[in-house]
């Protein structure tokens, strides 16, 4: 019999050959479990027991994190007195953990405890060189202002925060290594938003929505926000009044060339008014290496035959989009001011291989547009979607 049992032990371990992997792709493999599907694999082997500890990219919601940390392991006298319990187990797993952290996720879907968090953040900072940090407020959290612990952790190359305040006092150090900065649904005043970005003098990808108290003050122009991002190369807005970073509908100073931006995608833009159109006119203007343009037109923006387009095309007639090689339009209205902008693109864009186009319009509006858009003079053999 105890032949027998050594056989099948023998076959049990023969069986387990993804023990045998690498050390760095099991962990590979680990990432990309959530971290407490990651932790239970603890219960698969001795072996196993703690090999989830050790993974560099951990993710946590804090709505259910409290279920998320086991008793496996004690750390005698370390314990922190936090009102909140989710945010102290939260805690101790970190203590568990035995390797570096490279990525970090936070979901807060609860009542909001800034000391709390400020020790989890300042645990990162004093620990571990945490790369990319992902904040974002649920449906029930309560965030007042971001701890200002979170611009601690200098070694951060990307940094995606959402649904949350930036203090307008927050004075911001220079982030070297930040190559991607993400703010959704962020409540900033357009200088600290203007501080943030100068500081960040390796950005190259760039995502804002920007609500609330961004509203212009004054000192808001495209000129000082272009002249924050000299390496941007992939922009994204998010909005459709805009008024938080254009003044002037037409900039006397043209803003400094965004030479490096190669993608834009403007959502939610409106093309009627003294805002939107303009806005999109001078950031191609200043593009002049684009290569792919994205806009999604917001839906309360529709056309109104009485409301005038501010735009005077000629002051763009030196426009010429050299690299330009795919436009893409969700929501289109079939405005006057949105036909004339497609059609000054296809005249100006000699590499442009795809347009497309997805209407809110009947089907006869449809042809009738997809053959006005043909009909209209076109600087490259360019394919259209309609």
Same mark, same amino acid.
């Given at each position: /019999?105890?032949? +027998?049992?050594?056989?099948?032990? &023998?076959?049990?371990?023969?069986?387990?050959?993804?023990?045998?992997?690498?050390?760095?792709?099991?962990?590979?493999?680990?990432?990309?479990?959530?971290?407490?599907?990651?932790?239970?694999?603890?219960?698969?082997?001795?072996?196993?027991?703690?090999?989830?500890?050790?993974?560099?990219?951990?993710?946590?919601?804090?709505? &259910?994190?409290?279920?998320?940390?086991?008793?496996?392991?004690?750390?005698?006298?370390? +314990?922190?007195? /936090?009102?909140?319990?989710?945010?102290?187990?939260?805690?101790?797993?970190? +203590? =568990?953990?035995?390797?570096?952290?490279?990525?970090?996720? *936070? !979901?807060?879907?609860?009542?909001?405890?800034?000391?709390?968090?400020?020790?989890?953040?300042?645990?990162?900072?004093?620990?571990?060189?945490?790369?990319?940090?992902?904040?974002?407020?649920?449906?029930?959290?309560?965030?007042?202002?971001?701890?200002?612990?979170?611009?601690?952790?200098?070694?951060?190359? $990307?940094?995606?925060?959402?649904?949350?305040?930036?203090?307008?006092?927050?004075?911001?150090?220079?982030?070297?290594?930040?190559?991607?900065?993400?703010?959704?649904?962020?409540?900033?005043?357009?200088?600290? =938003? *203007?501080? =943030?970005?100068?500081?960040?003098?390796? =950005?190259?990808?760039?995502?804002?929505?920007?609500?609330?108290?961004?509203?212009?003050?004054? &000192?808001?122009?495209?000129?000082?926000?272009?002249?924050?991002?000299?390496?941007?190369?992939? *922009?994204?807005?998010?909005? #459709?009044?805009?008024?938080?970073?254009?003044?002037?509908?037409?900039?006397?100073?043209?803003?400094?060339?965004?030479?490096?931006?190669?993608?834009?995608?403007?959502?939610?833009?409106?093309?009627?008014?003294?805002?939107? *159109?303009?806005?999109?006119? !001078?950031?191609?203007? #200043?593009?002049? $290496?684009?290569?792919?343009?994205?806009?999604?037109?917001?839906?309360?923006?529709?056309? $109104?035959?009485?409301?005038?387009?501010?735009? !005077?095309?000629?002051?763009?007639?030196?426009?010429?989009?050299?690299?330009?090689?795919?436009?893409?339009?969700?929501?289109? $209205?079939?405005?006057?001011?949105?036909?004339?902008?497609?059609?000054?693109?296809?005249?100006?864009?000699?590499?442009?291989?795809?347009?497309?186009? +997805? #209407?809110?319009?009947? /089907?006869?509006?449809?042809?009738?547009?997809?053959?006005?858009?043909?009909?209209?003079?076109?600087?490259?053999?360019?394919?259209?979607?309609?």
């Amino acid at each position: /019999m105890k032949r +027998k049992c050594s056989c099948i032990d &023998d076959e049990c371990s023969s069986l387990d050959t993804i023990s045998t992997l690498p050390q760095i792709i099991l962990e590979t493999i680990r990432c990309f479990l959530p971290t407490k599907e990651a932790a239970r694999t603890s219960i698969l082997s001795k072996e196993w027991r703690y090999k989830w500890t050790r993974i560099p990219k951990l993710d946590f919601c804090l709505s &259910d994190v409290s279920k998320e940390i086991t008793e496996e392991k004690q750390v005698e006298g370390e +314990k922190m007195e /936090m009102a909140c319990k989710p945010f102290y187990d939260l805690f101790q797993i970190l +203590k =568990l953990h035995q390797g570096p952290i490279h990525e970090f996720t *936070l !979901v807060i879907d609860l009542d909001y405890d800034q000391f709390a968090f400020d020790q989890i953040i300042l645990y990162l900072s004093k620990n571990h060189t945490v790369k990319k940090l992902t904040l974002r407020g649920g449906d029930e959290s309560n965030w007042d202002k971001l701890p200002v612990s979170v611009f601690s952790l200098h070694h951060l190359t $990307n940094l995606n925060l959402s649904c949350c305040d930036i203090d307008s006092q927050q004075i911001f150090n220079e982030y070297c290594s930040l190559s991607s900065l993400s703010l959704d649904a962020i409540d900033i005043c357009f200088r600290s =938003l *203007l501080q =943030l970005l100068s500081n960040c003098p390796a =950005l190259k990808s760039l995502t804002l929505f920007i609500v609330h108290s961004a509203l212009s003050d004054g &000192d808001c122009t495209i000129n000082r926000l272009f002249e924050c991002l000299p390496l941007v190369e992939q *922009l994204t807005i998010i909005g #459709c009044d805009l008024e938080w970073i254009v003044v002037d509908p037409v900039p006397h100073e043209l803003p400094a060339l965004l030479v490096h931006l190669k993608y834009f995608y403007l959502r939610e833009i409106g093309f009627v008014g003294d805002r939107g *159109l303009p806005f999109l006119l !001078v950031l191609i203007k #200043c593009s002049p $290496n684009l290569q792919k343009i994205k806009l999604q037109v917001d839906p309360d923006h529709a056309y $109104n035959e009485e409301e005038e387009n501010s735009v !005077v095309w000629e002051e763009y007639s030196d426009v010429w989009l050299e690299h330009l090689i795919e436009l893409k339009i969700k929501r289109f $209205n079939n405005s006057k001011c949105e036909m004339e902008f497609v059609k000054f693109i296809l005249a100006r864009s000699p590499k442009l291989k795809k347009l497309s186009i +997805k #209407c809110w319009v009947y /089907m006869e509006q449809r042809t009738e547009m997809l053959e006005d858009l043909l009909r209209a003079p076109r600087a490259s053999r360019v394919q259209i979607f309609v």
